[in-house]
């Protein structure tokens, strides 16, 4: 079993930056693939970035590409989504989520943190 817990999530106006921290509680850290979501009100949830096990492979939705950083600590169990140059569409809920390598679905899933980008 895996826990995770996000925070770091806010109110911020456009042009702002944030970093989203997601804590993992898990002996098999270094195996799993984490990748942050988001949701906003009335839209399908989408992969925002991912990084792999080894921090080497990392992925990232064309609508953050240059903006957002993923990264990795797997000394401490952190992964985090550091979040450049805020616009009013990323305003969403942000989820961390987690997988093996070898599977297709994200099994687990923390409870979100809010991010809200005022104009």
């Known amino acids: 079993q895996v826990q995770l817990v996000e925070s770091g999530g806010g109110t911020v106006e456009a042009g702002d930056s944030l970093r989203l921290s997601c804590a993992a509680a898990?002996?098999?850290?270094?195996?799993?693939?984490v990748g942050w979501f988001r949701q906003a009100p009335g839209k399908e949830r989408e992969l925002v970035a991912a990084?792999?096990?080894?921090?080497?492979?990392?992925h990232y939705h064309d609508a953050v590409k240059g903006r957002f950083t993923i990264s990795r600590d797997n000394r401490v169990n952190m992964v985090y989504l550091q979040l450049n140059s805020l616009k009013p569409e990323d305003t969403a809920i942000y989820y961390c989520?987690?997988?093996?390598?070898?599977?297709?679905?994200?099994?687990?899933w923390g409870q979100g943190t809010q991010v809200t980008v005022s104009s």
């Open positions: 898990t002996r098999t850290f270094n195996i799993l693939t």
């Open positions: 989520a987690a997988k093996l390598r070898t599977t297709v679905e994200y099994s687990y």
């Open positions: 990084v792999d096990g080894s921090a080497r492979a990392k």
